[in-house]
């Protein structure tokens, strides 16, 4: 059974960073495409980033090119979103997704965290 638990949200000021993490369990990680997701009250599921089945290619949404980084650890079955440079743009709940290909859509996915909010207000 694949289990996706995120974790690191919290409370940051504006020009703060936090670090996303999602253990993953239940399944051939390494094989998996992974995603970061966010969700703000009233607007639909986008893509933050992607990290593709290979390991070595990645998608950034534009609003966070430059400030987030997506990475994953095999040995670990576990994936990172480093968050810097954060601002109140950036206040959701944040999903780790997974699917054996991926793809730009939250439909693309077939396995979701529970989330984990991140908050940025000064």
């Known amino acids: 059974q694949v289990q996706l638990v995120e974790s690191g949200g919290g409370s940051v000021q504006p020009g703060g960073s936090l670090r996303l993490s999602c253990a993953a369990s239940?399944?051939?990680?390494?094989?998996?495409?992974m995603a970061w997701f966010r969700q703000a009250p009233g607007k639909e599921r986008e893509r933050v980033a992607t990290?593709?089945?290979?390991?070595?290619?990645?998608v950034y949404a534009d609003s966070v090119k430059g400030r987030f980084t997506i990475a994953r650890d095999n040995g670990k079955n576990t994936l990172y979103l480093q968050m810097n440079s954060l601002n109140p743009e950036d206040t959701a709940m944040y999903y780790c997704?997974?699917?054996?290909?991926?793809?730009?859509?939250?439909?693309?996915?077939?396995?979701w965290g529970q989330g984990t909010q991140v908050t940025v207000s000064s």
């Open positions: 997704a997974a699917d054996p290909n991926g793809g730009p859509r939250a439909r693309d996915f077939a396995y």
């Open positions: 239940g399944y051939a990680y390494q094989y998996y495409s």
């Open positions: 990290i593709y089945n290979g390991g070595s290619s990645t």
